[in-house]
């Protein structure tokens, strides 16, 4: 197969994305302090197949050869989180220098090969004694990342330019709800998801006022709800359910107050507070994979529950496989919050159990279709009048995945994990192509058939 692929604009930003605790490993190297994540996953029972993140990728010891695969990729973009554990052990006070070296060593490799970093603060692994203080529901937390986001850009600030505080406070109030009874895991999480506002509000203006010229954003998990058919309970359930994971951190962010159900804020916050969290942002980020169709139930926190998408496939992790639907959310942001600061799409990617074939080869077919699905609706949400300014792919390497452990991969690059190999998939060969074509101006490239 062979078509055009479609032309993005020409300063478009094109890049990968990952995230410390899933590639790093060294877990306990170097004056690392032990996080969150190490300690769920030493426990019995922590993550799926007794998977830790001890070694995952071996990344930090193995910076050189990764930063070669960026190279060879051609991205202009590298988004990848700081451990905070790695760099600040207790969560507070000292900073451990030998962590520190290592990002300096990260963003001046990515510097000398051309490649801009996109740094996140968060991305969900915090040291031990933040999570003994009651993690995000700890009142001292918010002030405590403000610090240490900080911290990160009076070392990294001048090298540096563009600063993402959370990744997906959605996703982190999820976790911190799951195994209590609904009407305490509804109180937890809104109470986390108010302390995450507020420690991003409190890190904006740090964070800015030691970059020149830098950019500062988040990155939210949207879906896009829509009820499974016209029943008015399901459709008050998608109402819900836009507003509890879809509005709970745009409202704040874009219209200075949380949204309303039943004529009443969603979280009671004083007036400062919103200030706080609606500092002015210069980029939202988006991740994206999935929609979400739903209809009503008596069970869960917020009284819905997710179906199939008609007509879509599932991937490995369950999710509906509707890239078109990327679309819609897209157009639904542009419609609704039409004074967002522009969106750079923070990851997009596709899980599979991808292994090499009997030549070594590996082959990802359906990770290169969903792609090139989902960078159509990208492009055609930026004819539509969204500004869209940049496009990253989770993830440059299979890596672990959270609970779910080392099963589903996302990588353009297979990591063999007994031996630590790694083997760029033909994904990998396709977005070379495509970024190729992109900086001669969008020439024919061919398709999946590689
Ligand atoms: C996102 C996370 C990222 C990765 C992908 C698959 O929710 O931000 O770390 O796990 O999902």
Not at 142 to 170: C, H, M, Q, S
Request: proline residues 8%; glycine residues 12%.
């Amino acid at each position: 197969m062979s078509d055009q692929e479609p032309t993005f604009p020409p300063a478009f930003r094109w890049g990968v994305a990952t995230a410390a605790y899933q590639i790093e490993g060294a877990w306990d190297a170097d004056g690392k302090g032990p996080s969150n994540w190490d300690t769920r996953a030493h426990r019995p029972g922590g993550l799926a197949g007794g998977a830790t993140g001890d070694v995952a990728c071996d990344h930090y010891h193995r910076l050189a050869e990764d930063l070669d695969l960026l190279a060879g990729l051609g991205v202009g973009s590298y988004r990848f989180s700081v451990s905070w554990p790695r760099v600040q052990p207790a969560g507070s006070g000292h900073w451990n220098g030998r962590g520190l070296a290592f990002y300096d060593r990260l963003v001046d490799g990515l510097l000398a090969r051309g490649i801009e970093p996109m740094l996140t603060v968060y991305h969900w692994d915090h040291p031990q004694p933040i999570e003994d203080a009651g993690g995000w529901a700890g009142r001292d937390t918010p002030a405590r990342f403000a610090d240490y986001a900080e911290g990160l850009v009076v070392r990294f600030g001048d090298r540096v330019k563009r600063w993402i505080t959370i990744n997906e406070p959605l996703s982190v109030m999820h976790d911190g709800m799951s195994g209590l009874p609904p009407e305490s895991a509804r109180r937890h999480g809104l109470r986390m998801a108010h302390h995450l506002m507020l420690g991003h509000g409190l890190a904006v203006p740090r964070l800015r006022a030691h970059t020149r010229g830098g950019e500062i954003g988040i990155c939210l998990n949207l879906a896009g709800f829509s009820p499974a058919g016209n029943e008015p309970r399901d459709v008050a359930a998608a109402a819900r359910a836009e507003v509890y994971e879809d509005r709970l951190f745009l409202d704040p962010l874009l219209r200075g107050a949380y949204p309303e159900l039943d004529g009443r804020p969603v979280v009671e916050a004083g007036d400062g507070d919103h200030a706080v969290i609606a500092a002015p942002l210069d980029f939202l980020g988006v991740n994206w994979y999935a929609p979400a169709r739903v209809v009503a139930s008596a069970s869960g926190a917020f009284r819905y529950t997710r179906v199939p998408v008609p007509g879509a496939g599932t991937n490995l992790l369950g999710w509906p496989v509707a890239p078109e639907h990327f679309g819609a959310l897209l157009s639904w942001l542009r419609a609704n919050y039409p004074d967002a600061p522009p969106i750079q799409i923070t990851e997009n990617g596709f899980p599979d159990a991808d292994e090499p074939d009997a030549t070594g080869s590996v082959r990802d077919p359906r990770r290169i279709e969903y792609l090139r699905s989902c960078l159509r609706q990208v492009h055609a949400a930026i004819e539509a009048g969204s500004d869209i300014r940049g496009y990253h792919v989770w993830s440059l390497l299979d890596n672990l995945e959270w609970d779910h452990g080392y099963r589903p991969r996302f990588g353009l690059v297979h990591v063999d994990f007994a031996t630590l190999a790694r083997t760029p998939k033909e994904s990998y060969r396709w977005y070379r192509r495509f970024l190729a074509a992109q900086r001669r101006g969008g020439t024919e490239v061919p398709g999946c058939s590689a």
